[in-house]
């Protein structure tokens, strides 16, 4: 599986957690994963359920990062898991931020 790949499934596995029926289909590239990084940031300021989630050195999410802290065993407990309240209003706030870093914008 390669990066971009399991850049998708964390991303898709945080909106099934989230408990919303959303699939990201764009192209990923570190625009995408620095939104996906805020995303889990701002998650986790309302919610401890991402607490295990470290933060990215040097302040921005990468898409080194996110395969290194979404391991597929982590992506499908998230997937999982019951449906994180606040993780829902997270991804409607960056869902139009996210597909504009997929087109590269």
Do not use: H
Not at 75 to 96: D, G, H, P, W
């Amino acid at each position: 599986m390669n990066d971009e790949t399991k850049v998708k499934n964390a991303i898709n596995a945080f909106y099934k957690g989230a408990g919303l029926n959303l699939s990201f289909k764009g192209s990923v590239n570190e625009n995408v994963a620095q939104v996906f990084g805020e995303m889990i940031k701002a998650t986790k300021s309302c919610t401890t359920a991402l607490n295990w989630v470290p933060e990215p050195t040097g302040g921005k999410a990468t898409i080194k990062w996110i395969v290194k802290n979404f391991a597929q065993s982590i992506v499908k407990q998230l997937s999982s898991e019951q449906s994180l309240t606040c993780a829902k209003e997270v991804v409607r706030n960056y869902r139009t931020k996210m597909e504009l870093a997929a087109l590269g914008i």
